[in-house]
């Protein structure tokens, strides 16, 4: 069964940081793409970053690239997100995602307010 669990989330104030982790199993990681979607209050599901398998290259959107860095740790099957520069909409829920399957976690909690 494939199981994402995501951590790392909370209360940040603006030009703060956080790294969120996502705890994988159930498939073969190391072999799998792994995005990073967030769902702001009252918005729709946005794509923030995918991390391909293999040499691991890397896609951010627009509004998170030169202050979001993903990552992977293929021996421990964890995935991580780590955010700088926080801006108050970055406030949203994360989700670790399989974009090929669409499975994902039960998100974790990011609010960047002062």
């Known amino acids: 069964e494939v199981q994402l669990v995501e951590s790392g989330g909370g209360l940040v104030q603006p030009g703060g940081s956080l790294t969120l982790s996502c705890a994988a199993s159930g498939f073969t990681f190391s072999a799998t793409a792994m995005s990073w979607f967030r769902q702001a209050p009252g918005k729709g599901l946005e794509w923030v970053s995918t991390?391909?398998?293999?040499?691991?290259?890397?896609t951010y959107a627009y509004a998170v690239k030169g202050r979001f860095t993903i990552s992977r740790d293929n021996a421990e099957n964890t995935l991580h997100l780590q955010m700088n520069s926080l801006k108050p909409e970055d406030t949203a829920l994360y989700y670790c995602?399989?974009?090929?399957?669409?499975?994902r976690g039960q998100g974790t909690q990011v609010t960047v307010s002062s």
């Open positions: 995602v399989i974009p090929d399957t669409g499975n």
């Open positions: 991390i391909n398998s293999g040499r691991g290259s890397t």
